[in-house]
């Protein structure tokens, strides 16, 4: 059984930090490209950064470039966002999601197969 689950949304001023934590099991995790998505209330849901199965190839989207940083610990079956310099607009549930035996980067939603159910991130202006 395929499971996903986010940790380390919560409430935050402007211009605070957040790590985000994704666990994984279920499937061969240094074989799945990996993504962060988010949606914000009466949006779609939107890529926030990906990585390839190995870690080498990573992209993040323009609004996010410079403020947050996706990373994995294949040893842990983990992904990472670590969300620095956070905006009012960056309100969103956020979620993990696994592209399993797929090793280059997926920036397609449509590309991801499993999804965790979501944090919740906050920003206070």
């Known amino acids: 059984q395929v499971q996903l689950a986010e940790s380390g949304g919560g409430l935050v001023q402007s211009g605070g930090s957040l790590r985000l934590s994704c666990i994984s099991s279920?499937?061969?995790?240094?074989?799945?490209?990996m993504g962060w998505f988010r949606q914000a209330p009466g949006k779609e849901r939107e890529l926030v950064a990906c990585?390839?199965?190995?870690?080498?190839?990573?992209h993040h989207a323009h609004p996010m470039k410079g403020r947050f940083t996706i990373s994995r610990d294949n040893a842990k079956d983990t992904v990472y966002l670590q969300m620095n310099s956070l905006k009012p607009e960056d309100t969103a549930v956020y979620y993990c999601?696994?592209?399993?035996?797929?090793?280059?980067?997926?920036?397609?939603?449509?590309?991801?197969?499993?999804w965790g159910q979501g944090t919740q991130v906050t920003v206070s202006s």
């Open positions: 999601a696994a592209a399993p035996h797929t090793l280059n980067l997926r920036t397609s939603r449509a590309e991801y197969q499993y």
């Open positions: 279920g499937f061969t995790f240094s074989w799945a490209a």
């Open positions: 990585i390839s199965a190995t870690g080498d190839g990573i």
